[in-house]
């Protein structure tokens, strides 16, 4: 019989395209609420790649990324996704902006070799996590690298976010050697 293992745990991370920067500082403190302390928060980047939510979010949207202190299960991603879309719903109400959807979060997973973002859209490059989510891979970390693939979304494809992410990378790395 082949011995099976339990999963490492992994870095929650979460992106988020909000409206302005009162939005975005409202919501990195929901995030903390309901997540835990915040380990590392990315500069604001103006989120320029798409007009896709330019009706939902306005015409400045903001793209910043929080990583979670606290290591998670991986198999928790898509009960934080139902958790995300959640306090999308709340954050609309509380920020009182003429948008319907102030606020878009994306959560995610690093492990050594990747980042795993959730989505609530089947596409032929997602796989079923249950509970009606679904999971891609969105970049591969080779030979000190992150390396996008075809279907990568145009702004994680940029590499922009690389510096960030591997910092949350090595700080995963840090952790998991501290575990043992």
């Not at 870095?11 to 975005?24: R, S």
């Not at 604001?44 to 009706?55: H, K, L, M």
């Not at 976010?161 to 591997?166: E, H, M, Q, W």
Request: aromatic letters at 10%.
């Amino acid at each position: 019989m082949w011995e099976i293992s339990d999963p490492k745990p992994v870095k929650l991370i979460i992106g988020i395209l909000a409206a302005n920067e009162d939005a975005l500082n409202t919501t990195i403190e929901s995030i903390k609420d309901e997540f835990g302390d915040i380990d590392f928060k990315s500069q604001a980047w103006p989120f320029t790649q798409t007009q896709y939510y330019v009706n939902e979010l306005g015409k400045n949207a903001l793209r910043q990324f929080v990583s979670v202190e606290k290591l998670i299960d991986p198999g928790c991603l898509a009960v934080i996704k139902h958790k995300t879309n959640q306090m999308e719903e709340i954050l609309a109400a509380q920020l009182s902006l003429d948008l319907p959807r102030p606020v878009n979060l994306d959560p995610g997973i690093i492990e050594p070799s990747k980042l795993i973002l959730a989505s609530t859209k089947n596409f032929s490059h997602r796989i079923y996590i249950g509970d009606k989510m679904y999971a891609e891979l969105t970049l591969s970390f080779v030979k000190g690298q992150w390396k996008s693939f075809d279907y990568t979304f145009p702004d994680y494809k940029q590499g922009g976010y690389n510096k960030f992410l591997s910092k949350v990378r090595d700080r995963l790395v840090e952790q998991l050697k501290n575990e043992n």
